[in-house]
């Protein structure tokens, strides 16, 4: 991860210095991973990760087939919420009930917070 971003736009800089200053302090390990949101303009993925080991737990997007499919046509905080109630479905499966959130960057408010409660609604922990 790079601490200082020569390219892209100024609020893709900013981004990725608050980034890199929330990562310093947070890290995921094998029974409280890290669960990472990043949101593009058309799309929202969430991954669990395990710092220890680099490993990624599990994750979930809207571009997977299956949720793709349950979400065709919904607004873009509802396909958020669904990619949560995703990924708190498949951690809880693999056994994981809670994480630490990172919002990678981005604001706490829209499609990254719709993402955080419905992982709570999954039965997550954060």
Known sequence: MAGHVKFGSDKTRKRMKRKVSIRKRIQGTAERPRLSVFRSA???YAQAIDDTTGRV????????????QAVTGKPKKERARAIGKAIG???????VSAVVFDR?????HGRVKEV???????????
């Open 116 to 126: 955080a409660d419905g992982a709570r609604e999954a039965g997550l922990e954060f």
């Open 89 to 95: 479905g498949k951690l809880i499966a693999a056994g």
């Open 104 to 108: 990678n960057g981005f604001i706490f």
């Open 57 to 68: 737990v599990a994750a979930a997007s809207d571009t997977e087939e299956k949720l793709a």
């Open 42 to 44: 058309k799309h929202v």
